[in-house]
């Protein structure tokens, strides 16, 4: 009798260990569970393809570089985490504008990462161009005189963020809360190719 006593007063006394360790803070000094807003800005590129919808002056593609910006907030919830962010992109080349919103969820891996995927909404507007994009059978220049198709409709994509210890930086940055996030989106039924590099400011 006494040594079942024993025993189950080291079971017990073992058990929370766990628990503690999901209560305490996360490596990069964010708490297990509470609210992490940040902001992040970066840039990409973007490239939508629409071969079956080719106009008579042969544009068929929309692509450009973005500048993005970022604002959100991620809920750690131990080593899982979700959240929601908005975005906007001022684009070149074809692009004008582009903006949403997504939700992300994920898992949080060593001293600061995450690995996420991320579903949102976005639209797109092209810029108003009148450049000649072709030659009539006189050798006359033709205008596309309008603008690139407008866009919207569901994103979603992958992506990752390191802490500055998970790229052998700690001894420079220390808990500055940076990250760098690289990330692919594609939109609707796969018309775009998306990657994109930001530095995360979280607070």
């Known amino acids: ?31 297990a569970f509470g609210i992490e807003p940040y902001v992040a800005i970066g840039g990409g590129y973007d490239i939508y393809d629409t071969p079956n919808e080719q106009n008579e002056f042969g544009v068929n593609s929309t692509e450009g570089a973005v500048i993005n910006g970022i604002v959100g907030a991620n809920v750690p919830l131990g080593p899982l985490f979700v959240g929601a962010e908005g975005f906007g992109s001022k684009g070149f080349n074809d692009i004008d504008w582009e903006y949403g919103a997504a939700g992300r969820f994920g898992v949080r891996v060593g001293d600061s990462g995450l690995f996420y995927g991320r579903v949102g909404y976005m639209w797109v507007e092209g810029r108003e161009s009148h450049d000649p994009v072709l030659l009539d059978a006189d050798g006359d220049q033709l205008q596309y005189d309008g603008s690139i198709r ?22 420079l940055t220390g808990n500055s809360g940076v990250r760098l996030r690289f990330g692919v989106d594609t939109f609707k039924d796969f018309e775009s190719f998306r990657p994109s590099a930001s530095a995360v400011f979280h607070f």
Do not use: H, W
Not at 5 to 21: D, E
Not at 151 to 167: H, L
């Open 1 to 31: 009798m006494n040594s079942r006593l024993l025993l189950t007063a080291a079971v017990l006394s073992l058990a929370p260990a766990p628990l503690f360790a999901q209560d305490a803070d996360a490596p990069d000094g964010t708490p």
């Open 150 to 171: 407008d866009r919207d409709g569901v994103i979603y994509g992958i992506g990752a963020e390191v802490g500055p210890k998970d790229i052998g930086l700690g001894g």
